[in-house]
Protein backbone atom coordinates (compact mmCIF):
# COMPACT_ATOMS: atom_id res chain seq x y z
CA UNK A 1 0.00 0.00 0.00
CA UNK A 2 1.58 3.31 -1.05
CA UNK A 3 1.02 5.97 1.95
CA UNK A 4 3.08 8.66 0.50
CA UNK A 5 1.75 11.11 -2.03
CA UNK A 6 3.55 13.44 -4.33
CA UNK A 7 1.77 17.11 -3.61
CA UNK A 8 0.90 18.83 -6.99
CA UNK A 9 2.33 22.62 -6.88
CA UNK A 10 -0.40 24.41 -4.98
CA UNK A 11 0.12 21.54 -2.12
CA UNK A 12 3.47 22.02 -1.80
CA UNK A 13 3.53 25.61 -1.80
CA UNK A 14 0.74 25.52 0.87
CA UNK A 15 3.38 23.34 3.43
CA UNK A 16 4.82 25.59 6.01
CA UNK A 17 2.87 28.44 5.33
CA UNK A 18 0.76 30.04 8.03
CA UNK A 19 -2.69 28.77 8.78
CA UNK A 20 -4.44 32.00 7.82
CA UNK A 21 -3.53 31.39 4.23
CA UNK A 22 -6.91 30.41 2.66
CA UNK A 23 -6.69 26.70 1.14
CA UNK A 24 -6.86 26.06 -3.08
CA UNK A 25 -9.91 25.42 -5.02
CA UNK A 26 -9.07 21.64 -5.17
CA UNK A 27 -8.48 21.18 -0.97
CA UNK A 28 -11.80 19.58 0.18
CA UNK A 29 -12.55 20.21 4.37
CA UNK A 30 -12.73 16.72 5.90
CA UNK A 31 -15.22 15.82 8.37
CA UNK A 32 -16.47 19.61 9.54
CA UNK A 33 -18.38 20.01 12.25
CA UNK A 34 -17.86 16.23 13.58
CA UNK A 35 -14.33 16.60 14.81
CA UNK A 36 -14.30 17.86 18.36
CA UNK A 37 -11.08 19.66 18.45
CA UNK A 38 -11.72 21.38 15.01
CA UNK A 39 -11.50 24.76 16.52
CA UNK A 40 -8.00 23.66 17.50
CA UNK A 41 -6.72 22.28 13.84
CA UNK A 42 -8.99 21.68 10.51
CA UNK A 43 -8.47 18.96 7.94
CA UNK A 44 -8.31 18.88 4.52
CA UNK A 45 -7.83 16.53 1.46
CA UNK A 46 -6.48 17.98 -1.70
CA UNK A 47 -8.59 15.85 -4.73
CA UNK A 48 -5.83 16.52 -7.11
CA UNK A 49 -2.77 14.65 -5.52
CA UNK A 50 -4.65 12.94 -1.95
CA UNK A 51 -2.09 15.26 -0.12
CA UNK A 52 -3.83 15.18 3.45
CA UNK A 53 -3.30 18.72 5.80
CA UNK A 54 -4.05 19.51 9.19
CA UNK A 55 -4.31 23.45 9.23
CA UNK A 56 -3.66 24.55 12.83
CA UNK A 57 -5.26 26.69 14.79
CA UNK A 58 -4.46 27.43 18.09
CA UNK A 59 -1.19 27.13 19.58
CA UNK A 60 1.92 28.84 20.06
CA UNK A 61 1.89 31.38 16.51
CA UNK A 62 4.75 29.52 14.75
CA UNK A 63 3.26 26.26 15.12
CA UNK A 64 -0.06 27.78 13.38
CA UNK A 65 0.82 26.49 9.95
CA UNK A 66 -0.07 23.99 7.30
CA UNK A 67 0.84 20.63 8.00
CA UNK A 68 1.22 17.93 5.00
CA UNK A 69 0.48 14.51 6.44
CA UNK A 70 1.45 11.99 4.30
CA UNK A 71 4.21 13.36 1.98
CA UNK A 72 7.26 11.37 1.52
CA UNK A 73 10.70 13.94 2.22
CA UNK A 74 12.27 15.35 -0.74
ZN1 LIG B 1 -2.67 18.73 -4.04
Sequence with gaps: ?????QP???CADLYGQP???RPHD???LVGAG???DAQ?????TCTRCGAAFARILKGEPRKQV???LNAGQH
Design 8 to 10: CAP
Design 1 to 5: MELWI
Design 34 to 36: AVK
Design 26 to 28: TLA
Design 19 to 21: SAV
Design 40 to 44: VAQRY
Design 66 to 68: WVL
